[in-house]
């Protein structure tokens, strides 16, 4: 027997029991070794075969740094299918997760737990507890994303993750560092970075993407007079009105148009399509010339008293530049080469000055007057005070627009002059151009957009001037020569100290200082640390063992598969390959799949302070785990997924009509005592399948003969679907033949259960059903692991004990095709094609029963169809189509004749058409009809009945049925009938009228057929 099934399953204490059930037994252990051991049982002496049992996954680390949300638990769930359907297929793989563990992030968030809030209190908190402080959180989370991964069914070598903080994986960078310098890739420069004043560093390009957000700012405008003309003004826009005291020069176009103005009593200049910028006072224009004109003229700065000012040794003048727009601001643009990347350019071209007005923090620096000590952010009133004083302040203007964003703090970013690290790209551009085209992208246009960014990139900024992080071993010595420590063991024996483990972080390893290798003086480490980026990249050498074991490393890179959200494309996609081309020359992945973002179900995004966030934990224990990872699996990777519990629902309704499949078929099962052939082994035994095989087995009934053809076409198109990775289309295929399995193959063969003689047709239904089932069960097995391990367990386990103790630990067939001959699917194929057309046919039926608004119950006289000659010679075909639409005749026509029957008067066919099929449906009525669809209606109300009573499926019944006079006929007509289909012994009708009054009998139920009244009194044997 088949445990009993209960039809209101509970999903998640389910697969709560299955969880458990995975640690007892150790599946995922045995998993492992099994695999292990048939790779290294095929491979023996045998390098290249070994290849093709492996499948190299590798993660990018998850930030540890809090609880993992429903947007992780996406990438997870693709990590998860592909590495568990690849074991299916036999596999060995190494299962390793991976956390990343430092950066700004995670200073971030201690800060905001330390409640520290700048780099100063940093320091005054003491950095190696600070970075303790880090570490632990680190550790925290780690724990707690394991946790909860482990929860979404993720099978991973959990007591293995790889850590970036790891001395090993620095080590790693530092040797990728090393290569670079040897290249004489690496090089320091003053560039104007973005630059967080908050978190006190720079960000590097690929970071400032995405970060712009719209802001409302306070725009200036200032004029500025002219040195040999003190009543003509310059008039100048800018949105950053702190960057006023840095300003060397102002640039215009030269061949723009631009224009003198009088406005009450004074004079200003600017371009000729900015007049509708100034203030509405009257104007006259008194000069119109061309920006050319205007080179070269000097004017007197905004800010000419502050003492920076004053030290300058050439005049302020204006300058030439063919970027600027003089529809924008005034067309007089504001140069400050120390507050912008364009600026600063400029300023190289042209040998202007560089001021940079704040520090790190953001507080004006020495030099300029009563701004020196005040933050940037709070110094507004004090410029405009300042400005106004000086006279030079036209007006101001609010102006909203896009500007950029702290992506981890979300402080408005400022642009200023600093010294950072760079590894210079121009070399290894076409290398990785060349590297990223030999990779298969997933989608295409992910391919697409790495080219873009490569071919657009500029140098890589590495440094960043905080705690956290990859210190980066560079020893700059005052001799000139710079030495960058390749590995911990270098640095102990340049140093003559000894290292600890976990002491390369700052501040231990700020302690240590070398002696140049090339003048014996003693030399320090540079403060900074690395770009977060630079962790990730190195993953695919420091985790495959790159340094120690290079023959391990050879057997697993480069990755089968990684699998990241879009953004990574430009980040971690990047720094991999970057890192890998370096060293090796060669891509790190020979597959790169992305998706997007998740959102909720509004399409908003999700936010803690917006309250539309779902947390991980709540969504998992609510929805379950099977749930969440059916809409990850079969949403599209491209489209932004909009997650929420009516989604959840919608799927779970999904999973419950195949819980409902499995609940028919062992509660039927159990009834007649059907149990799988089992051999001496405890296997089933695979004999059966063959005899399903399709064709030259004229006694297989016809729907066993398609569901079977039905069930190999799907094992296939699954199959390769997953083969491309492309669960989603597999999805599309669960999702289509679990329709035909239950609304379709059960539906139709629900009598071939009910009925009570256990005869060759009641076998070969249940062996068709029990097949597809397995089937299902096995190609779902990755997508929804935990409930198929529970059916897995039932509907095998419990009649095979030989057969694997897991589902996650059996092999998929390699081909479901190979059996029977090749007429044989032939015939598979001609019979699949017919059932389209029949569901077609029906389909289109209904559509016209529908709106002729009769009911399905009751029949009606005959239909005719044609463009379905397929059909027309298949009475089993026929008959299913006559029953589906409960018709008295179907006759499948000529086209032509058809609608030479339509043009001619009665019956007033209903006709649906689609393509070529036409249907056309007479709905003339008789009394006899009449007569049979209330009866129908009686049996149906009857069934209710029994299901109302809790009465079993198998108990049988006594029936009294009394009632309006015009019922009797149908009650005699179709006793026989009525009893069949209810389970009914006897039947009588009881036409007394007094029936209708008492209904005494709790048994007894008051209904309605055709508006007819009756009661059905029901008895148990
Ligand atoms: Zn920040
Ligand atoms: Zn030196």
Known sequence: MFRQVSSHPDFVSLEHEVLKFWEDRQCFEKLRRARAAEAAEVTEGAKEAEA????SFIDGPITANNPMGVHHAWGRTYKDIYQRYKAMQGYHQRYQNGFDCQGLWVEV?????LKLNSKRDIREYGLARFVGACRERVLKFAAIQTAQSKRLGQWMDWDNSYYTMADDNMEHIWYFLHRCHEKGWLYRDQRVMPWCIRCGTSLSQHELLDSYKEVEHDTVFVALPLTDAPDTHLLVWTTTPWTLPANVAVAVHPEAAYVQIEQDGKSYILAAEALSKLTAAPYHISAEFSGSALLGKAYIAPFADLPVQKQLKQAHTIIAWSEVDPAEGTGLVHIAPGCGAEDHELGQRFHLPRLCPIDEDGVFVAGYGSLTGVNVKEAKGLLLAQMQQAGVLYKTEKLLHRYPHCWRCGEELVFRLEDEWFISAEEIRPHLIKAAASVTWLPDFAGKMMQDWLTNMGDWCISRKRFWGLPLPFYPCTCGHLTVVKSGAELEQLSGRQLQENRLHRPWIDEITITCPSCGQRVKRISEVGDCWLDAGVVPYSTLRYLSDRQYWQKWFPADLVVEMREQIRLWFYSMLFMSVTLEGCAPYRRVMIYEKVHDEHGRPMHKSWGNAIWFDEAVERMGADVMRWIYASHSPTITLNFGYRLADEVRRKLLTLWHVYSFFT????????????DEKGRLETGF?????????????????????RRRQYFQAVRKSMDAFDVQAAMREHESFLDDLSNWYVRRSRRRFWKNENDADKESAYETLYQALLTMLHLLAPILPFITEHMYQNLVRSMAPGEPESIHLCRLPEDETNTGT??????????????????????????????????????LPRLAVSGVDSLSHDPELIQLVQEELNVKEVQVLPAAELSAMLTGEAPPWIVERIADICVALDPTLTPQLVREGWARDLVRHIQQQRKESGLSITERICLTIAGDEKLAGAVEEHGEYIKRETLAEYLRWDGKSEGLSELKSQAAKQVSIGGLKAIVTMERL
């Open 822 to 859: 090749a007429s044989a699917a032939d015939a598979g194929e001609m019979l699949l094609e017919q059932m389209k057309a029949v569901r077609e046919v029906v389909n289109l039926g209904l559509a016209a029963r529908n709106r002729a608004r009769i009911r399905i119950r009751q029949p």
């Open 109 to 113: 968030e201690v800060e905001k737990s």
């Open 52 to 55: 093709g049992r492996l499948f």
């Open 667 to 678: 509660t039927y099962a159990n009834i007649d005592g059907w149990q799988p052939a089992v």
């Open 689 to 709: 399948r063959e005899k399903r095989a399709v064709g030259g087995h004229g006694d297989v009934p016809l729907l066993d003969r398609w569901l079977e053809a």
